[in-house]
T-cell receptor, first 111, second 111 residues
Framework: DGGITQSPKYLFRKEGQNVTLSCEQN?????MYWYRQDPGQGLRLIYY???????QKGDIAEGYSVSREKKESFPLTVTSAQKNPTAFYLCASSKDIAEAFFGQGTRLTVV | KQEVTQIPAALSVPEGENLVLNCSFTDSAIYNLQWFRQDPGKGLTSLLLIQSSQREQTSGRLNASLDKSSGRSTLYIAASQPGDSATYLCAVKPGTYKYIFGTGTRLKVLA
């Protein structure tokens, strides 16, 4: 059953702590994306990757880091430099200009 | 700079009504436009993808149209049902790697 899997569903972060959100896809898609969603705002692009071992900053990359060591995996680390990390994070993948598919999201809360 | 607007922000209709959701974008240079559905606390589910060379796409009770020259797309939902209640998002793809999202229309179908 093909798709995108994000984990965990809920994540709690203490002040000054780094946390990593997982995103795995078995759709054989080349491109993967991380978006942040805040209430009343549209989705904003954090990072994207078009091929393995390459990734580019999106519109709000500050305080985040990513890696793309495997085609299937695109983890996102929220670092302590991100001052307002509480949000809903969505991972997506696509192939060229075909349909984009999204995971079920991770809700990150600072405690 | 490409901007995507969705009007209205919220809509409440009685069950059985046909309805139209609107999406407008400022730059007609797009590869495609995609409509998504988002249930509360969930990820995005792809509904319809329209490539730039296409005028419309249909899936069941859903029909999406695209008019690039006027920068508009509409999502038509026939015979609405309470299960259609969700937030509907449109996104345009101005390049090979990026999607730009509207802020969505929150639909409530009353039984």
């Amino acid at each position: 059953d093909g798709g995108i899997t994000q984990s965990p569903k809920y994540l709690f972060r203490k002040e000054g702590q780094n946390v990593t959100l997982s995103c795995e896809q078995n759709l054989n898609h080349d491109a993967m994306y991380w978006y942040r969603q805040d209430p009343g705002q549209g989705l904003r692009l954090i990072y994207y990757s078009q091929i393995v071992n390459d990734f580019q900053k999106g519109d709000i990359a500050e305080g985040y880091s990513v890696s793309r060591e495997k085609k299937e995996s695109f983890p996102l680390t929220v670092t302590s430099a991100q001052k307002n990390p509480t949000a809903f994070y969505l991972c997506a993948s696509s192939k060229d200009i075909a349909e984009a598919f999204f995971g079920q999201g991770t809700r990150l809360t600072v405690v | 700079k490409q901007e995507v607007t969705q009007i209205p922000a919220a809509l409440s209709v009685p069950e059985g009504e046909n309805l139209v959701l609107n999406c407008s974008f400022t730059d007609s240079a797009i590869y495609n436009l995609q409509w998504f559905r988002q249930d509360p606390g969930k990820g995005l589910t792809s509904l319809l993808l329209i490539q730039s060379s296409q005028r419309e796409q249909t899936s069941g009770r859903l029909n999406a149209s695209l008019d690039k020259s006027s920068g508009r797309s509409t999502l038509y939902i026939a015979a609405s049902q309470p299960g259609d209640s969700a937030t509907y998002l449109c996104a345009v793809k101005p390049g090979t790697y990026k999607y730009i999202f509207g802020t969505g229309t929150r639909l409530k179908v009353l039984a």
